[in-house]
């Protein structure tokens, strides 16, 4: 039944060896008289499909207010969470674990945790009666509803030292969501308190693709090696503060700082000490 109710599904039997094989095929509503309960279906009807910028004050932008009187009977006794997509596993909304949902709200609108690192995210959909994710623990939910999908806009994924800074290089893997014209990271040299060296100018590098006309294929990872120029002095702190760009962003992404695959205030390095 749809509408005002709530949905059930009735579970009949059909014996083959009473009316035959072929009449249970036919499935025809009077060869299974034998009823064995019912199922509730429990869902959204209403799928999403949301895109955001990264500048945006909230996501989804405008508002989204369910309508559907089984979607409000949904919303009522379920909750709706977000997830990296491929977080847990090639099914979207399987086997989440509590640590990796981040909850969202149905009522009265659509409102999903922002701000969120650009990517791809799943929606997903869960009946308090047959399980949730807890907040704060460590716990895995075997299976949600997929109720849509959230890309929020970005070049860049992430940004991380790779391995370790050795004494006179910054190793970087910058992971590119989709394709760009190319990377570029530059670190600037910080004094002990913390504070930006005015007179020292930035060390930079770049990737780019071969040919200049071509973009860098994304979703890929790159390593990029940032070089000192000149051989450090012993009062030298060998702390920087690095930040990475793709060339093409938009939105905040594109703005100084680049917040949206940086942490905030960069990423502080620190590099090795220098052998007596």
């Known amino acids: 039944e749809t509408g005002d109710k709530e949905r059930m599904a009735a579970l009949c039997y059909c014996s083959a060896a009473v009316v035959g094989s072929s009449s249970c095929a036919k499935k025809d509503a009077g060869m299974f008289p034998f009823s064995f309960g019912y199922v509730r279906v429990a869902g959204l009807e209403t799928s999403f499909d949301l895109q955001c910028l ?10 989204v207010v369910l309508s559907a009187v089984n979607d409000l009977k949904a919303a009522s006794g379920g909750r709706l969470f977000v997830t990296r997509t491929g977080r847990s596993g090639p099914t979207p909304c399987i086997d989440v674990s509590s640590t990796e949902a981040l909850p969202a709200e149905l009522m009265p609108e659509l409102r999903l945790p922002w701000p969120l690192a650009p990517g791809q995210y ?12 807890t907040p704060g623990e460590d716990s895995v939910v075997p299976a949600m509803q997929i109720v849509g999908a959230l890309l929020v806009h970005g070049l860049l994924y992430n940004v991380s030292v790779d391995g370790q800074a050795g004494i006179a290089s910054i190793p970087l893997e910058v992971e590119l969501l989709r394709a760009a014209q190319g990377i570029t990271c530059c670190a600037h040299v910080m004094a002990a308190g913390g504070s930006a ?20 294929p994304g979703p890929s990872v790159y390593v990029l090696h940032l070089v000192l120029p000149e051989t450090r002095s012993q009062g030298d702190s060998g702390l920087y503060n690095v930040s990475c760009s ?3 962003e938009e939105g905040a992404c594109a703005a100084p700082g680049m ?12 590099l090795a000490r220098p052998p007596d």
């Open 54 to 63: 990264p500048s945006a004050g909230r996501c989804p932008e405008a508002p």
């Open 259 to 270: 917040p949206c695959a940086m942490p905030p205030g960069g990423l502080l390095v620190q």
């Open 122 to 133: 799943d929606l997903c959909y869960c009946d308090e009666d047959v399980g949730c994710p």
């Open 246 to 248: 793709a060339q093409g």
């Open 197 to 216: 060296e005015a007179d020292e100018p930035p060390i930079c590098g770049e990737v780019r693709a071969a040919d200049a006309s071509d973009l860098l």
